[in-house]
């Protein structure tokens, strides 16, 4: 495997996944096993390539994995269930049952379940005492909390509780983590956390990963504006299964990963253009997913015409490499002394803290971030 001048592994560093034994979280634990192994090509890792040299990300041999979730299934057999879905290679849950196992050994229970009673301030207090265990057993330099877990709907204005994905991330804040939401939920965004993290010098990145029907509009949209093109109408479709599938049917998820979805257009083309996008519980696809969509414009003279794209693809291979490149980040920006939202990361998301929706103004931005922490070095010989 290359090695992007990282750092050494003696160092090592937590990635602790809320949904831990999810299909992301089990496709990234058992590709960063791979890939260290030599099993497998680092294809989909943006930090392996050469622009990423000499900014000193952790080695993905340096990774050390742990979590939350409120299932039972242990990753080995999760690994064997994405090999039977066509997910991962047949053979290699075997090969890297040991990393499995090591790492679903540091998965804890998280919650709140059915018929907790603890108030949100015991929650916080376990799942940080959780991380701070976590940190003392293995020993790691720093940990990045990375949500992965299930969409969740947006909380009503006066709901008294705070939504799950944010008392982790208040745990996140509370144990010293730097966070990264890879999905729609809530999470650090409130007032209160997103302070509370800059004044624990925390960076954190996020919310919902761009991985498929999104990172192409992030393409699409910019050459509508670029070509002078007039957008009439952009209406999309998606079909999936599986976990997403499941929490998707709800229509309160559904709304809140479709905003994101939805954003991309509305910075791009400088107001929303008519169509939706609609998202179909097909439970037979498993992790596959198929999203259509359909775009109207004018073009010389108003002549209609239509553009139609079809995107099918696996969901959690996907997201998973991109979820490791966002763990070495943000881990290598809490080491530089960066703290607060990371607009330069806006690449990885459907709705990014700042910055430019297009895919090409945002890839720019990443290389100066890269550029940034090998900068981050260099001012540190200096003194």
Known sequence: MTTSGTESTAVRTGVWFVGARGSVATTAVAGCAA?????HPA???????????GTGLPALSSLVFGGHDTVSCPLPKRAEELTAAGVLPHGLPAAIHAELTAADQEIRTGGPQPGDTRSDEELIAAFAADLSDFARRTGVARTVVVNVSSTEPT?????????????????AVRAGCSYVNFTPSTGLRTPA???????????????????????????????FVQRALTVRAWSGTNLLGG????????????????????????DT???????????????ALGDWKTAWDHIAFDGFLGSRMILQTIWQGCDSALAAPLVLDLARLVSRAHEAGL?????????????????????????EALLGFADRLRGADRLREAR
């Not at 997103?194 to 509009?217: F, I, M, N, S, V």
């Open 155 to 171: 909380p009503a204005p006066d709901d008294p509780r705070l939504p799950a994905s944010s008392l982790y991330a208040a745990a």
């Open 269 to 283: 083309l400088g107001t929303a253009p008519e169509g939706e996008v609609h998202i179909d519980d097909v439970p």
């Open 43 to 53: 294809t989909g890792l943006v930090t392996e390539t050469p622009p990423f040299s």
């Open 243 to 266: 976990g997403d599938g499941a929490a998707l049917a709800d229509p309160g998820a559904a709304a809140a990963k479709n905003a994101g979805k939805e954003r991309v257009l509305a």
């Open 339 to 363: 703290s607060g939202p990371l607009p330069e990361l806006g690449f990885y998301f459907k709705d990014p803290d700042g910055g430019s929706s297009a895919l090409a103004e945002q890839f």
């Open 193 to 223: 956390l997103t302070a509370a993290a800059e004044a624990g010098g925390l960076p954190h990145a996020g919310r919902d990963g761009k991985t498929g029907q999104t990172l192409l509009r992030s393409v699409l949209a910019p050459m």
């Open 35 to 39: 890939v260290t192994a030599g099993l």
